[in-house]
Each structure stands twice: as C-alpha cells, then as structure tokens.
C-alpha cells in the first residue's frame, strides 16, 4: 500500500482532495488528516497500483503532493489491548512504528522503520 501525503491551503476542503482521487476511480482504503505549518496535511492510501491515478488527480485539482510511502495495513481486534497486542507484535519483531492510524473495517494503517520485519511478524 502507498500513502501519499498532500498538503491542503486554508481556503480549500478536504473534500475537494478526496472527491478528486474518487472521481479518478481510485478506491482510498484510509486516510486522515491534521494540521500542517501551510494548512492541513491529507494522508490517502492506496493500493500500489493506484497510487500514480491518485497522486495525478490530486495534482491536477491543484493539491500538492509532499510525500510518499509505504505502509502496511493490518487487522485489528477490537476489544480492550487489542493495538497494544499488535504493536507489541511489531516490536518483538524488531521494527519500531512511525505512524499509525485506523482505516476502514477494522484495520489499522502503519509505518514501521521495518517493514518486512512488520510483515512477517503479522503474517500480511
């Protein structure tokens, strides 16, 4: 999975970002969003195969791109200890998480410094 990072100005919405990736036919499977030192920043992931559709559309709506990655998406159990119980799984495995938030249908969005290592661990 690819997460791709836009930056989004004062005068626009998140909606416009996320209308634009959807009108290109591209399925996001999360995202989030926060505020950056020019706005808001907008996370999108997609699959690896739509992350060139995504990034062009967002572009040519006039959003700019800031940052692409890799990220896994895991399940999660939801119940008390349960993204304790998955990070602590990364952890063992030697990898350290850098960002983590939900996606759709209970799973969770990560980047780990190790990726593999995640991986395997998690059987993805």
Excluded at 13 to 22: F, N, T, Y
Aim: hydrophobic residues 50%; contains cysteine; negative net charge.
């Amino acid at each position: 999975m690819q997460e791709i990072t836009f930056i989004i100005g004062p005068e626009r919405a998140a909606a416009e970002l996320w209308e634009a990736i959807g009108r290109s036919g591209v399925s996001m499977e999360a995202s989030c969003t926060y505020p950056g030192t020019e706005g808001r920043n907008v996370r999108v992931v997609v699959s690896d195969d739509d992350a060139k559709a995504a990034r062009s559309a967002a572009i040519g709506a006039g959003f700019g791109a800031i940052d692409q990655h890799e990220v896994l998406i895991a399940n999660i159990e939801v119940r008390p200890g349960g993204l304790g119980d998955l990070a602590r799984t990364i952890a063992d495995a030697g990898a350290k998480v850098h960002i983590l938030y939900m996606a759709t249908g209970n799973r969770v969005v990560f980047g780990a410094d190790d990726l593999q290592a995640a991986a395997a661990a998690l059987g993805i």
